[in-house]
């Protein structure tokens, strides 16, 4: 059994398999419907148990038919209506019951130290489904997406982030480093991602480079990625921050600059960090992008209990 918590902790050569698992599961099923199994039912016989302290709509479906597909079953719990969050049962008595229940604990969180408590007490496999330092499956799963549109590996492309520096573009730093591309960042001076992070990444021969300028990150990018600039566990002046980064939206304008072909993806929801012409527009990939996350999320899960093919 193996937890799927932080990209930085995966090797390279698992995250490669998890994608080319996911390849060639999305190719077997082309003619099935959403709710049939694949066919070898993978995780037939197996609940997966999965729970949001914070909302989500894209996460919990996705995970919903990818657990199906894969022959298994879920339950999703809201953290306020178990004894954990209500009452004052621990961390750790809650991980034994739900190993004792489940095969697996899908957790999205307010604490990142919350994973960290229950990955000590299961004896199940945990999957990060966010947290306020990363989301992997979403990155992982945008890897995927890119690599299929653009037909080649994103080692080849150059990849550029426009916005704040959050849990998402945690993930893509730390997959930039596993997969070895360009990422170009731009936002103001005072939001730029922290020390920490840069250290790993320079450790790590990383290929980062921060600007305060949109229009110099976007030049030649194959891809474009931006995200809201107040996430779930944001804490402080919403309002403020949102102004700070009045000029970080991505809009037609800013896309001139990237290569003609370019995409432009959002794990969404969305807000006025991109402008309803490019989010609509012909760059745009987020639908594809947001339906990609079953394929993935199944062969993580497979990761997850040894199963990969
Ligand atoms: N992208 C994403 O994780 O969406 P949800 O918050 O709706 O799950
Ligand atoms: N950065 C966003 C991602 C939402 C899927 C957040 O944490 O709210």
Redo the contacts with the bound molecule.
């Keep these: 059994m193996k937890n799927f918590i932080n990209l930085k902790d995966i090797s390279t050569t698992d995250l490669r398999k998890i994608l080319n698992d996911a390849k060639k599961r999305k190719e077997k099923r082309k003619k099935l419907s959403t709710l049939e199994f694949d066919k070898d039912q993978p995780l037939k016989g197996k609940l997966l148990i999965q729970m949001y302290e ?1 909302p ?1 709509s ?2 919990r479906l996705s995970f919903h038919i990818a657990i199906n597909q894969l022959g298994a079953n879920s339950i999703t719990v809201k953290a306020s209506e178990l004894h954990l969050g209500k009452g004052d049962e621990s961390i750790a008595d809650t991980a034994k019951i739900l190993s004792t229940y489940g095969d697996g604990f899908l957790l999205r969180t307010d604490s990142d130290k919350k994973i960290e408590d229950f990955s000590k007490s299961l004896k199940i496999p945990i999957i990060n489904l ?1 947290s ?1 330092s990363s ?1 992997p499956c ?1 990155v992982l799963s945008d890897i995927f997406t890119v690599e299929e549109i653009k037909k080649k590996p994103i080692s080849k492309l150059n990849i550029c982030w426009i916005g ?1 520096c ?3 573009l945690n993930s893509l730093i730390a997959a930039s480093v596993k997969f070895k591309f360009n990422l170009n960042i731009a936002c103001p001076k005072n939001y730029r991602p922290p020390n920490f992070v840069m250290e790993w990444v320079k450790k790590n021969k990383g290929k980062i480079n921060i600007f305060n300028d949109p229009k110099k990150a976007a030049k030649n990018a194959d891809v474009v990625f931006s ?2 600039v ?5 804490k402080g002046n919403k309002a403020k921050k949102i102004k700070d980064f009045k000029n970080y939206r991505v809009n037609s304008k800013l896309m001139k600059f990237t290569r003609p072909n370019s995409i432009f993806l959002h ?3 969305r807000g006025n960090e991109v402008s309803e012409e490019v989010f609509l527009g012909k760059h745009s990939r987020v639908w594809q992008q947001a339906l990609n996350r079953v394929h993935v999320q199944k062969s993580i899960m497979l990761y997850s209990f040894g199963k990969l093919g």
């Design positions: 914070k989500s894209r996460t966010l306020p989301h979403q704040d959050n849990n998402v995200d809201k107040f996430s779930l566990n944001d794990c969404l929801p």
